[in-house]
């Protein structure tokens, strides 16, 4: 009996802006990118429902227009608020997608950065399960490290960013614990693409 033949080419880490190693749940909330615009951009955000519960599945039904506004008072204050990211990162590592990083996720809200305003235009939102001013788990950082990798080979990736950064004074994640430097370092990139005082803060 002939051998069959066994293909050696690996299968391809994107496929029309979705990531091959993210569990895919397909979000309403998202729109086109303006025309000729690639994300060049990471936003990095933390997100926990209800604030400072992990693992209650509540964030994907928020991104997915599936949330009980009835199911915790905290949430009488986001109802019928409509957002998305395009990755969400849980405690132990696992990773969502969204929406596809080729359309515009609803994460940033009223933002500028480096005289750009608009930074959903331009950008990639991920959401690490979590609390700002509280620790990240390695694991987090470990999936955060390989997935900001896989962006800059795909994407003109050119700047990383917190949600603090873009819309200072009114949003305060991913927070001061944040290791910027593990970030920095996995991706190898200098200071220049760091905010000012994360560089500032960070050796060369």
Not at 76 to 83: A, G, P, Q, T
Not at 105 to 120: D, I, L, M, V
Not at 138 to 148: H, M, P
């Amino acid at each position: 009996m002939p051998k069959l033949a066994v293909s050696t080419k690996a299968l391809p880490l994107w496929k029309d802006g979705w990531y091959r190693f993210a569990r895919r749940l397909d979000s309403p909330n998202f729109g086109p990118r303006p025309t000729d615009v690639v994300p060049d951009l990471i936003v990095i955000h933390s997100i926990s429902l209800p604030p400072g519960n992990y693992g209650t599945g509540q964030v994907q039904r928020l991104f997915t227009n599936q949330l009980d506004w009835n199911a915790h008072d905290y949430f009488s204050s986001i109802r019928d608020l409509k957002v998305s990211a395009h990755f969400f990162i849980t405690r132990d590592g696992q990773l969502w997608q969204f929406v596809s990083c080729n359309d515009r996720a609803w994460h940033a809200g009223e933002s500028t950065y480096r005289g750009k305003a608009n930074c959903n235009d331009y950008s990639v939102g991920i959401e690490l399960e979590g609390l700002e001013g509280l620790i990240f788990e390695n694991a987090q950082y470990e999936t955060l490290n390989s997935l900001s990798a896989a962006l800059l080979e795909t994407y003109p990736i050119r700047q990383v960013a917190g949600h603090e950064h873009i819309a200072p004074g009114r949003k305060q994640d991913p927070g001061a614990s944040f290791d910027w430097l593990n970030l920095r370092r996995s991706l190898g990139l200098g200071a220049a693409s760091f905010p000012a005082h994360v560089a500032d803060s960070v050796p060369n």
